[in-house]
Protein backbone atom coordinates (compact mmCIF):
# COMPACT_ATOMS: atom_id res chain seq x y z
CA UNK A 1 0.00 0.00 0.00
CA UNK A 2 1.34 3.17 -0.94
CA UNK A 3 1.83 6.43 1.75
CA UNK A 4 1.19 9.73 0.58
CA UNK A 5 1.90 11.44 3.80
CA UNK A 6 3.58 14.41 2.87
CA UNK A 7 3.14 15.34 -1.06
CA UNK A 8 5.30 18.29 -1.80
CA UNK A 9 4.10 20.99 -4.71
CA UNK A 10 6.93 22.06 -6.79
CA UNK A 11 6.66 24.57 -9.44
CA UNK A 12 7.30 23.03 -12.80
CA UNK A 13 9.79 25.97 -13.74
CA UNK A 14 11.33 26.33 -10.55
CA UNK A 15 14.31 24.22 -11.49
CA UNK A 16 16.70 24.06 -8.63
CA UNK A 17 13.40 23.39 -6.41
CA UNK A 18 13.12 20.53 -8.94
CA UNK A 19 16.34 19.30 -8.39
CA UNK A 20 16.38 19.33 -4.09
CA UNK A 21 13.07 17.77 -4.31
CA UNK A 22 14.27 14.77 -6.00
CA UNK A 23 16.45 14.19 -2.72
CA UNK A 24 13.77 14.83 -0.24
CA UNK A 25 11.81 13.06 2.01
CA UNK A 26 8.45 13.46 1.05
CA UNK A 27 6.33 11.02 -0.39
CA UNK A 28 5.26 12.44 -3.36
CA UNK A 29 5.56 15.23 -5.23
CA UNK A 30 3.26 17.29 -7.21
CA UNK A 31 4.91 18.84 -10.25
CA UNK A 32 2.25 22.26 -10.58
CA UNK A 33 1.67 23.41 -14.21
CA UNK A 34 -1.26 25.50 -12.76
CA UNK A 35 -1.58 28.47 -10.56
CA UNK A 36 2.28 28.83 -9.11
CA UNK A 37 2.98 29.28 -13.02
CA UNK A 38 2.25 32.11 -15.04
CA UNK A 39 0.82 32.32 -18.31
CA UNK A 40 3.89 33.44 -20.15
CA UNK A 41 5.83 29.79 -18.63
CA UNK A 42 3.01 27.43 -19.02
CA UNK A 43 5.21 26.31 -22.13
CA UNK A 44 8.09 25.90 -20.31
CA UNK A 45 6.85 24.29 -17.50
CA UNK A 46 5.39 21.63 -19.79
CA UNK A 47 9.12 21.22 -21.05
CA UNK A 48 10.56 20.79 -18.23
CA UNK A 49 7.96 18.68 -16.29
CA UNK A 50 8.24 16.06 -19.53
CA UNK A 51 11.72 16.02 -19.38
CA UNK A 52 12.08 15.20 -15.38
CA UNK A 53 9.03 12.15 -16.06
CA UNK A 54 11.19 10.92 -18.87
CA UNK A 55 14.23 11.18 -16.99
CA UNK A 56 12.94 9.15 -13.67
CA UNK A 57 14.49 12.58 -11.51
CA UNK A 58 12.38 11.14 -8.33
CA UNK A 59 13.09 7.24 -9.29
CA UNK A 60 10.46 5.37 -7.51
CA UNK A 61 8.79 8.25 -6.06
CA UNK A 62 5.07 8.79 -7.54
CA UNK A 63 5.07 12.14 -9.28
CA UNK A 64 1.59 13.99 -9.78
CA UNK A 65 1.43 16.87 -12.09
CA UNK A 66 -1.38 19.26 -11.42
CA UNK A 67 -2.66 20.92 -15.26
CA UNK A 68 -4.47 23.42 -15.73
CA UNK A 69 -8.45 23.33 -15.65
CA UNK A 70 -12.02 23.65 -17.15
CA UNK A 71 -12.93 26.75 -14.84
CA UNK A 72 -14.73 29.65 -17.25
CA UNK A 73 -11.35 32.05 -16.90
CA UNK A 74 -8.91 29.43 -17.89
CA UNK A 75 -7.73 29.27 -21.26
CA UNK A 76 -8.70 25.85 -22.40
CA UNK A 77 -5.76 25.16 -24.59
CA UNK A 78 -3.49 25.01 -21.73
CA UNK A 79 -5.41 21.88 -20.31
CA UNK A 80 -5.05 20.13 -24.04
CA UNK A 81 -1.48 20.97 -24.27
CA UNK A 82 -0.38 19.97 -20.30
CA UNK A 83 -2.07 16.47 -21.33
CA UNK A 84 -0.63 16.06 -24.78
CA UNK A 85 2.76 17.21 -23.62
CA UNK A 86 2.88 14.84 -19.95
CA UNK A 87 1.05 11.38 -20.39
CA UNK A 88 3.50 9.94 -22.80
CA UNK A 89 6.15 10.46 -19.64
CA UNK A 90 3.26 8.10 -17.51
CA UNK A 91 3.14 10.37 -14.35
CA UNK A 92 1.58 8.21 -11.47
CA UNK A 93 -1.45 10.23 -11.72
CA UNK A 94 -2.62 13.89 -13.28
CA UNK A 95 -4.12 16.19 -10.62
CA UNK A 96 -7.37 18.35 -12.16
CA UNK A 97 -7.82 21.37 -10.35
CA UNK A 98 -11.32 23.33 -9.78
CA UNK A 99 -13.66 20.58 -9.95
CA UNK A 100 -16.86 21.96 -8.89
CA UNK A 101 -19.27 19.82 -9.84
CA UNK A 102 -19.69 15.92 -11.17
CA UNK A 103 -19.74 16.77 -14.59
CA UNK A 104 -16.41 18.05 -14.22
CA UNK A 105 -14.99 14.90 -13.16
CA UNK A 106 -16.53 13.20 -15.97
CA UNK A 107 -15.02 16.10 -17.82
CA UNK A 108 -11.89 14.54 -16.26
CA UNK A 109 -12.28 11.30 -16.80
CA UNK A 110 -13.21 11.87 -20.81
CA UNK A 111 -10.26 14.03 -21.35
CA UNK A 112 -7.43 11.62 -20.15
CA UNK A 113 -9.81 9.61 -22.16
CA UNK A 114 -9.30 11.41 -25.23
CA UNK A 115 -5.56 12.00 -24.65
CA UNK A 116 -5.28 7.81 -24.72
CA UNK A 117 -3.35 8.12 -21.17
CA UNK A 118 -1.32 5.49 -20.42
CA UNK A 119 -3.53 2.45 -18.30
CA UNK A 120 -0.81 3.31 -15.18
CA UNK A 121 -1.47 6.79 -14.73
CA UNK A 122 -4.16 7.91 -12.28
CA UNK A 123 -6.82 10.44 -12.10
CA UNK A 124 -6.69 13.30 -9.10
CA UNK A 125 -9.43 15.70 -8.24
CA UNK A 126 -8.90 19.11 -6.59
CA UNK A 127 -12.03 19.42 -4.02
CA UNK A 128 -11.89 23.58 -3.24
CA UNK A 129 -15.19 25.53 -3.71
CA UNK A 130 -18.71 25.03 -1.96
CA UNK A 131 -20.14 23.50 -5.22
CA UNK A 132 -17.74 20.69 -5.02
CA UNK A 133 -18.19 19.94 -1.59
CA UNK A 134 -21.71 19.88 -1.69
CA UNK A 135 -21.61 17.04 -4.79
CA UNK A 136 -18.46 15.35 -3.21
CA UNK A 137 -20.41 12.18 -3.00
CA UNK A 138 -21.25 12.17 -6.66
CA UNK A 139 -17.79 12.89 -7.59
CA UNK A 140 -16.21 10.39 -5.60
CA UNK A 141 -18.56 8.13 -6.96
CA UNK A 142 -17.02 7.90 -10.40
CA UNK A 143 -14.26 5.74 -8.73
CA UNK A 144 -17.02 3.13 -8.61
CA UNK A 145 -15.83 2.83 -12.28
CA UNK A 146 -12.68 1.65 -12.66
CA UNK A 147 -12.16 2.70 -16.41
CA UNK A 148 -12.31 6.47 -14.44
CA UNK A 149 -8.83 6.45 -13.01
CA UNK A 150 -9.67 7.90 -10.20
CA UNK A 151 -7.67 7.21 -6.63
CA UNK A 152 -7.64 10.70 -4.89
CA UNK A 153 -9.24 14.14 -3.80
CA UNK A 154 -6.82 16.77 -2.64
CA UNK A 155 -8.47 19.45 -0.66
CA UNK A 156 -7.56 23.27 -1.87
CA UNK A 157 -8.24 24.78 1.54
CA UNK A 158 -7.32 28.34 0.75
CA UNK A 159 -9.51 28.43 -1.96
CA UNK A 160 -11.92 26.57 0.04
CA UNK A 161 -11.33 29.93 2.69
CA UNK A 162 -11.81 32.11 -0.37
CA UNK A 163 -15.06 30.52 -1.41
CA UNK A 164 -17.12 30.49 1.47
CA UNK A 165 -15.98 34.38 2.47
CA UNK A 166 -14.64 32.77 6.25
CA UNK A 167 -11.43 33.84 8.28
CA UNK A 168 -9.06 31.22 8.41
CA UNK A 169 -8.29 30.59 12.04
CA UNK A 170 -6.22 27.60 13.86
CA UNK A 171 -9.06 25.49 14.41
CA UNK A 172 -10.43 25.78 10.68
CA UNK A 173 -13.76 25.07 12.40
CA UNK A 174 -15.59 27.06 9.44
CA UNK A 175 -13.99 24.29 7.54
CA UNK A 176 -14.81 21.13 9.02
CA UNK A 177 -18.10 19.97 7.78
CA UNK A 178 -16.67 20.91 4.44
CA UNK A 179 -13.04 18.48 5.02
CA UNK A 180 -15.63 15.44 7.03
CA UNK A 181 -18.06 15.55 3.98
CA UNK A 182 -14.91 15.03 1.37
CA UNK A 183 -13.57 12.85 3.43
CA UNK A 184 -16.90 10.99 3.97
CA UNK A 185 -17.34 10.60 0.18
CA UNK A 186 -13.61 9.35 -0.18
CA UNK A 187 -13.65 6.88 1.97
CA UNK A 188 -17.23 5.86 0.74
CA UNK A 189 -15.73 4.96 -2.52
CA UNK A 190 -12.10 3.96 -1.42
CA UNK A 191 -10.05 6.98 -2.38
CA UNK A 192 -7.01 8.34 -0.89
CA UNK A 193 -8.16 11.67 0.55
CA UNK A 194 -5.02 14.47 1.23
CA UNK A 195 -5.66 17.63 3.40
CA UNK A 196 -4.73 21.34 1.97
CA UNK A 197 -1.76 23.23 2.72
CA UNK A 198 -0.31 25.35 5.07
CA UNK A 199 0.50 28.93 4.47
CA UNK A 200 2.52 30.13 7.40
CA UNK A 201 6.09 29.11 6.88
CA UNK A 202 7.39 30.79 9.93
CA UNK A 203 4.82 28.86 12.06
CA UNK A 204 6.24 25.21 12.62
CA UNK A 205 3.57 24.87 15.77
CA UNK A 206 1.02 25.79 13.69
CA UNK A 207 1.94 23.75 11.27
CA UNK A 208 1.75 20.41 13.30
CA UNK A 209 -0.98 21.56 14.95
CA UNK A 210 -3.40 21.54 11.69
CA UNK A 211 -1.53 18.09 10.45
CA UNK A 212 -2.34 16.71 14.03
CA UNK A 213 -6.59 17.75 13.48
CA UNK A 214 -5.88 16.39 9.83
CA UNK A 215 -4.77 13.05 10.71
CA UNK A 216 -7.37 12.90 13.37
CA UNK A 217 -10.29 14.24 10.94
CA UNK A 218 -9.03 10.94 8.64
CA UNK A 219 -6.81 12.16 6.00
CA UNK A 220 -4.12 10.09 4.82
CA UNK A 221 -1.66 12.44 4.61
CA UNK A 222 -0.63 16.46 3.69
CA UNK A 223 -0.02 19.06 0.70
CA UNK A 224 2.75 20.65 1.19
CA UNK A 225 4.45 23.73 0.25
CA UNK A 226 7.97 23.74 1.65
CA UNK A 227 10.28 21.12 2.49
CA UNK A 228 10.59 21.97 6.34
CA UNK A 229 6.82 20.79 6.33
CA UNK A 230 7.72 17.36 5.10
CA UNK A 231 9.45 15.64 8.47
CA UNK A 232 6.60 16.70 10.79
CA UNK A 233 4.05 15.33 8.25
CA UNK A 234 5.60 12.35 7.84
CA UNK A 235 6.05 12.13 11.33
CA UNK A 236 2.62 12.76 12.16
CA UNK A 237 0.84 10.44 9.58
CA UNK A 238 2.37 7.62 10.27
CA UNK A 239 1.51 4.67 12.23
CA UNK A 240 3.10 5.65 16.23
CA UNK A 241 5.11 2.77 17.28
CA UNK A 242 2.36 1.91 20.11
CA UNK A 243 -0.74 1.75 17.11
CA UNK A 244 1.49 -0.56 15.28
CA UNK A 245 2.50 -2.95 18.30
CA UNK A 246 -1.77 -2.45 19.06
CA UNK A 247 -1.96 -3.81 15.28
CA UNK A 248 0.50 -6.51 15.42
CA UNK A 249 -1.26 -7.69 18.62
CA UNK A 250 -4.73 -7.86 16.71
CA UNK A 251 -3.68 -9.51 13.52
CA UNK A 252 -1.73 -12.22 15.14
CA UNK A 253 -4.31 -12.60 17.15
CA UNK A 254 -6.86 -13.43 14.31
CA UNK A 255 -4.20 -15.36 12.27
CA UNK A 256 -3.61 -18.16 15.01
CA UNK A 257 -4.76 -21.32 13.99
CA UNK A 258 -6.51 -22.05 16.77
CA UNK A 259 -8.85 -18.58 15.73
CA UNK A 260 -8.86 -19.47 12.10
CA UNK A 261 -13.39 -18.74 11.66
CA UNK A 262 -13.60 -16.53 14.65
CA UNK A 263 -15.24 -13.37 14.20
CA UNK A 264 -14.76 -11.73 17.78
CA UNK A 265 -12.08 -11.53 19.88
CA UNK A 266 -10.85 -10.20 23.01
CA UNK A 267 -6.84 -9.11 22.38
CA UNK A 268 -5.26 -7.08 25.58
CA UNK A 269 -8.85 -6.93 27.17
CA UNK A 270 -10.23 -5.16 24.44
CA UNK A 271 -12.69 -6.83 22.34
CA UNK A 272 -12.01 -7.02 18.38
CA UNK A 273 -14.48 -7.76 15.55
CA UNK A 274 -13.09 -8.26 11.70
CA UNK A 275 -13.26 -4.75 11.23
CA UNK A 276 -10.47 -4.25 13.64
CA UNK A 277 -8.10 -6.65 11.98
CA UNK A 278 -8.87 -5.16 8.25
CA UNK A 279 -7.68 -1.52 9.86
CA UNK A 280 -5.02 -3.85 11.70
CA UNK A 281 -3.65 -4.84 8.05
CA UNK A 282 -4.08 -1.21 6.98
CA UNK A 283 -1.48 0.46 10.02
CA UNK A 284 1.44 -2.25 9.05
CA UNK A 285 0.78 -1.59 5.65
CA UNK A 286 1.72 1.85 5.94
CA UNK A 287 4.87 4.00 6.04
CA UNK A 288 6.80 4.18 8.93
Known amino acids: MRSFRSV ?39 IIARN ?34 ILPAEPHAVLFPKIRFAN ?17 VRLWLMIET ?16 PDSRLTALVLGTNDLVKEMRVT ?7 LLHALSTVLLAGRAYGLTVLDGVYGDLANAA ?23 QIEP ?16 AIVSAFEAPENSGRAVL ?11 YEQALRVLASRR
Do not use: W
Open 266 to 276: VVNGQMVERLH
Open 8 to 46: LYVPATNERALVKAASLACDAVILDLEDAVAPDEKARAR
Open 130 to 145: PQAVLDAAAIASLAAD
Open 104 to 120: DAMRAVQAMAASVAPDA
Open 52 to 85: VLEARHFGSKPVIVRVNGFAEDENSADLAEDLAA
Open 206 to 228: GFEGEALQGKGLGFDGKTLIHPS
Open 168 to 174: ATPTRLA
Open 233 to 248: ANRIFAATETERAEAQ
